[in-house]
């Protein structure tokens, strides 16, 4: 047994050339996969205009159902370091915008914004605001939240506080904004909230400054007033004109070499005994640069997902941004978008008895294979993606991928694909976007049509299986 394990090990290590094998227990590469690890997150300004939204309380049930637990939600995002509370406002959230498709440069908000957010059923994270530096107003709202929300898990104060303007009410007159100066403001403003809401904060909140440097400029003291620490995640950007890539974001060796870069960041927060979020996360920031809403992009979120589970990131917090202004979203007010698509397919994969998860190939090539394995240490479940990218013109090429090793008893075993025309692809524009062979949900989120499974021949413990470029199949075990 020891031996044949090895070397499954070593087939494992490349792919094209051999088989993959399956090995019959985690391998020590396997990590744990935390129950919410596809979270969203909701920009503060547009939260409660998403609970208004039907397809805001199908969309987070589907991944409930699919994974045995909801999704976490954090709210929070640049508006919240815009926006004051104010304890006599009667609405959730009050502010004007040019256009609807704008987001507040201003706004207040009232105790009814708990109310709504006491309401989802996950853990919830709140952003409040530091930017400003009106200690008190965001002191009244920590406790406000703390007294309505028993969901709430913990408060961010400040969002992405590198990017602050250096006229920001915050940053002390004549100095120069920098990771020692935020850390000790951040660790000041947890030292005057936690004897009124406890130690609950999100510590970090950084997307370009390293989060664990706040753990060392805190100190252990620091470090006793948080529960976790986040970090934010964007592969690409279209902002000030830059260009993105669909083939690159959805490449499988792109997506393991990206995500490595959190591995280390994350040991050294666990080490510190806190839990290590993406607590924003998305594809490409500023509109998307075209490519966020396609195919491709649900291709991604299976992938990136998967490698966050691999180098110890516990959740992903998904990015939600203006509702009917955002590329990158999973739902709208009348559209369910093409994102969702993989969100669903990887929550299915994990599905309600997945808890550790493997990579089975070398992250070098555009073919990824899974496996989920269940607390009684069995393979259940495969997923191989072929990251290949199709754009619709020319030939569509297909890749065989042979899976040994399997213990399955009987001759045939079941596949569900995912699949579109090509990756840019999008639902939202008609395209047949599909798992199972159906296009899965109504405008409202809910689930429609049937998925078919595919059969697949298991003969000696192997199977092979085919994947056009731009698919991804799940393998039942
Ligand atoms: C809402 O905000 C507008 C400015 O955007 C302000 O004129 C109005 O008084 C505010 N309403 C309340 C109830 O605070
Ligand atoms: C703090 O804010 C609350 C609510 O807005 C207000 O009632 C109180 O007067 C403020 N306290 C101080 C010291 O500003
Ligand atoms: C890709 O698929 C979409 C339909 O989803 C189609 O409209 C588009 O023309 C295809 N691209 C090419 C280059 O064929």
Redesign the pocket.
């Known amino acids: 047994m020891h031996f044949l394990g090895a070397l499954g090990v070593a087939l494992t290590a490349s792919l094209g050339t051999g088989a993959v094998t399956v090995p019959s227990t985690p391998p020590s590469s396997a990590q744990s996969v935390d129950k919410s690890i596809l979270s969203v997150s909701l920009e503060f300004f547009a939260f409660p205009g998403y609970t208004q939204l039907e397809a805001t309380n199908n969309c987070l049930a589907n991944i409930a159902t699919l994974r045995g637990a909801p999704p976490a939600v954090r709210i929070g995002g640049t508006t919240q370091d815009r926006a004051t509370?104010?304890?006599s406002l009667s609405s959730a959230v009050n502010y004007t915008v040019a256009n609807p498709g704008d987001a507040p440069s201003t706004l207040t908000y009232g105790p009814s914004f708990f109310t709504l957010a006491s309401q989802l059923r996950g853990d919830v994270t709140v952003g409040l605001n530091r930017q400003l530096n009106n200690q008190?107003?965001s002191?009244?709202a920590a406790i406000k939240a703390k007294q309505t929300m028993p969901n709430l898990f913990a408060l961010e104060l400040g969002n992405e506080p590198e990017f602050y303007a250096s006229n920001s009410p915050i940053i002390p007159s004549g100095q120069k904004w920098s990771t020692d100066l935020d850390a000790a403001s951040e660790k000041a403003w947890f030292q005057a909230f936690s004897p009124s809401v406890g130690n609950i904060f999100q510590g970090a909140v950084y997307l370009s400054w390293n989060a664990a440097g706040l753990l060392t400029r805190i100190g252990s003291d620091g470090i006793s007033f948080l529960k976790s620490i986040s970090r934010h995640s964007y592969p690409q950007s279209a902002c000030g004109g830059a260009s993105t890539n669909l083939p690159n974001l959805m490449s499988h060796s792109g997506i393991v070499s990206y995500t490595r870069q959190y591995q280390s960041e994350a040991t050294s927060v666990h080490a510190a005994g806190l839990r290590y979020f993406l607590a924003e996360t998305n594809s490409a920031t500023c509109g998307g640069g075209g490519i966020s809403p396609t195919f491709g992009a649900a291709l991604w979120i299976i992938d990136y997902v998967l490698q966050g589970a691999l180098n110890g990131v516990e959740r992903l917090y998904f990015h939600q941004g203006t509702i009917g202004n955002c590329a990158y979203c999973f739902w709208g007010t009348s559209s369910i978008f093409t994102p969702y698509y993989g969100v669903a397919f990887v929550s299915e994969f994990f599905g309600t008895d997945g808890v550790r998860v493997a990579m089975l190939d070398d992250g070098t090539s555009a073919i990824g294979v899974y496996a989920v394995y269940s607390a009684s240490n069995v393979p259940v479940r495969l997923l191989v993606i072929n990251s290949n990218y199709f754009d619709g013109t020319g030939t569509r090429a297909t890749t065989s991928v042979s899976l040994t090793g399997l213990t399955t008893s009987t001759e045939t075993t079941k596949a569900k694909r995912l699949t579109a025309p090509n990756a840019t692809s999008r639902s939202d524009q008609g395209a047949a976007v599909t798992i199972g062979g159906s296009t899965s949900f109504t405008s409202t989120c809910t689930r429609s049509g049937t998925q078919n499974l595919e059969d697949v021949s298991v003969s000696g413990g192997a199977a092979t299986v085919s994947l056009q470029a731009s698919e991804a199949l799940i393998v039942y075990l």
């Open positions: 509370y104010d304890p008190n107003a002191l009244q």
